[in-house]
């Protein structure tokens, strides 16, 4: 002061003003001044005083909580004000974050302008770190600051230790670098006892979890805007770690849940201050990923994070929309096996498929098409072009009849080209429309590889169990055994039965007459009751295979025959097989035992060869040794056939209607069609309308075996029916209805369903005789060799056919009239014969008589035990139809050696050469070595008389009418035409 005067400069000094702030004042009081050296009175002093009380001071190191912000206010006077400058410098490195820095996102600054501090070498270590995106800010190495007071005065005492010190101080603290720090502005005393929430809450990005640490306080003061910091309102931000959201708990992550977040470190450390923030760029459990194009390599990062983290959220709504949670988080597992990744990756992948798209994209019905192992590659080549709609072929068919190619077709599910082209190449000539029987049905199934079952096979294996129906189970009653007797050729079959049926029928019964119905019951004394048995009795061995088998089907018992001088023969183990095959049980009777020649310990030996062991050899089968002609043992044969009938447990149900088999049938001339039927099930009574097989027959009389007339029948009695319609097939079922209306019908439709049946038939036979009809037949260029195939197994038969379409067939077709296993029987003679076939025997036997058939009816019949010798013959046989032909065959070489002119031209006086010349050959005239003639030979000389033939070595003369330009030196090649027969080789050449 000077006289109650004071200087500007003073009062700036006073004031911790510059003196052109004063200078403003007094211009803004209106007090008259020219420099800081001018002077003014007290009174305008302390105006001036009062003025710049309100103003911001030099120095903004003031102690909280009252920071100083103005940046204007802030600017670094003097080197010696590190504290400002320092500010400044966090000031301004915070505002000059890149654009896409998050805290420009949340809190857009204006960066001050005149904050920007003086360069030194501080500032730009500072300032460096912040900018960079995804560099963590290294919080942890600037421990917790506390408030520095504001440094009053000189500023130069200040020492560094004070610096380093977080204690706090009300002195001024010169502060160095790292000091710099300005732990005031970031962390006020007040706030340090904030309560830190421990709560993670959801940024912008609503994958981000949020957790507070403490340790990024100081970081958050660094990042924040000056002016955000100098709120003294502000409430302490919190340092917010964003970590990645756990994949594997969406659900969690969805709902805000934090308890399990909070504890997760592994995805780093605290990398963003202040909220919003976005996730970590540089975690270490991100995968690495190439970035984008065309975007820096920062940057791209943090969009490409920000789409995944999209995708992933859109992912997770989709889930919780799906119904099936499960396949989601198969998905992400199966996609990676690290559940921290799976968020990531899941984005990445296409969203899965709801499961009904799933199960449309390969609907089961549809199928890539393969061809069986048959037909031509073209075929397949079509087939593996096309995708069908298909249906899966059946394993399995039932034909009960003839069908058509078509129907077969449909019902193997296979073209009817195929079917067709198959049949093609068996020889068979076909239409989609021509009907096949069940044999060449069942061959063409099978070859596409498709089991045939029919419908009379299957009623086969039914017979037995189907007579009882489940109405008969409450009112079943035991009854007699049905017995077959079966065995080998004169083992005694009917010297058994006959001797059976004397003992026990004829004793019985006034003159012991009886009838053949094909069916006999004897009465049986057993364990003191009345007993019957029911004997079929077999034809004769000329039918044996059929009736047999159709008696195993009626039959509860079979009595095996067997002579105990013989043995086991064929027709033994046939029989075995047929009851082994229906599951009937076996009682062998061992024949004859009478004789001395008798070995029944050697017959028991044979069959249990063929699986039949004796029960006093520890096995199961019962064995009688018995003889017809002295009627040894044939009341224990009763008696066995009686207790293996007890095992059986034979029941039937007599109070219902009648069914049962057609055990023999023929047509009586005085009493029109008679029937022997087997009732097996129900009572069989005068007057019952019933359908035989495809027969209506009301039952006029019946009678039984003793000609004794029967008004009823009941189960496992064999009775001969009068009252058919026609005359039934023995084996035919028959069936009693209600009403004869009802039996009418159903006779009527059978009987027109077997006519259908026959027409088939008899339209197959045709096929077959159409194929040979065939165009070229018509023309003569076709021939055929009709052949009967007959071969010891089924293998031998189809390989022996298999090579026979080998041969070349283009005029000679082979015709297969029948090819199967088996020996040679009549009947094939007989059907060669009616055919003009041959009989091709391979590996087989002539039944009796075909031979003498053969003789009588002038039929070939081959046989062959070795393939190509087969083929041989078959070709020879084939080349025999085969047209001759007709081949030159050389017989000399002449030479002209002179021309004699003659009147009508001229002759060739010549020399043979080699071979021989005859009269009327044929000559080709040669002439350096072209042919210039080919004609007749007309006159031959020697000397001058006419001779047949002229040997080699001896002149001629030679004329021919149609040529005479003989020349000296032409050749003359002499030949004749002979036929030859041609051979298949040669034709096929
Ligand atoms: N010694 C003796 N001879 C018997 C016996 N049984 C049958 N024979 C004789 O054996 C021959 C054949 O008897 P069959 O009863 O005709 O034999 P089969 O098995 O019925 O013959 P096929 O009807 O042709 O199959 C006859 O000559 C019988 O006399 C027996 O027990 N002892």
Redesign the pocket.
Known sequence: MNNGKVRIYELSRELDLDNKDILAICERLSIAVKSHSSTITESDAERIRAAASGAPKRSLQKPPPKPKQKPNLTKPKAPNRPVRKQQILEVRRHQSSEPNSPEKKVSPPQAPKDASPAKSPSSDDLRQPPNRPGRPNKPSVRPPQKPVPRPTGNTNGASSSGATSSEPSDQAVPVSKPQIVQPKLVSPPSRTQAPRPKVARRSDDPDAKIPVTEVGRSVEAQDKPAALKAKPSLKPKPVIEVRRPKPSSPTADETGATDTDTDDTSSGGPVLVGAPRRPDVRRPSAPARPPKRGKPRGESEEEEMRQRASKNATKKRRAQRLDDDDDIEELEAGLSGDSSATPISISLMRPPKPKSHQSQAKPAAVKSRSMPTRGGSSRNNRRDRKVEVVEDKPELIILTNGLTVHELAQEIKEPETEVIKFLFFKGIATNINQTLDIPTARMVAEAFDIQVETAEAESEAKKTTEMIDEGDLENLKQRPPVVTIM?H????????LDAIREAKVASGEAGGITQHIGAYHVDVEHEGDNRQVVFLDTP??EAFTAMRARGTRVTDIAVL?VAADDGVRPQTIEAISHAKAAQVPIVTAI??V??ETANPDRVKQELMEQGLVPEEWGGDSIMVP?????GENLDLLLEMLLLQAEVEDLHANPDRLAKGTVIEANLDKARGPVATLLVQNGTLKIGDSMVVGSVFGKVRAMLDDRLNRVEAASPSFAVEVLGLNDVPQAGDEFEVFKSEKEARAIADSRAIDQRQSRLQQAMASRRVTLNTLSAQAQEGELKELNILLKADVQGSVEAILASLQQLPQDEVQIRVLMAAPGEISETDVDLAAASGAVIIGFNTTLAPGAQQASDRLGVDIRDYDIIYKLLEDIEGAMEGLLEPELVAEDLGEVEVRAVFPVRKGAVAGCYVLSGKVTRNCKIRVMRNGTQVYEGNLDSLKRMRDDVKEVASGFECGIGVDKFSNWQEGDRIEAFKMVTKRRTLAGRSQ
């Open positions: 065995g050729v004169d083992h005694g079959k009917t010297s058994l004769g061995h025959v024949n004859k009478d004789k018995v003889s017809a002609i002295t």
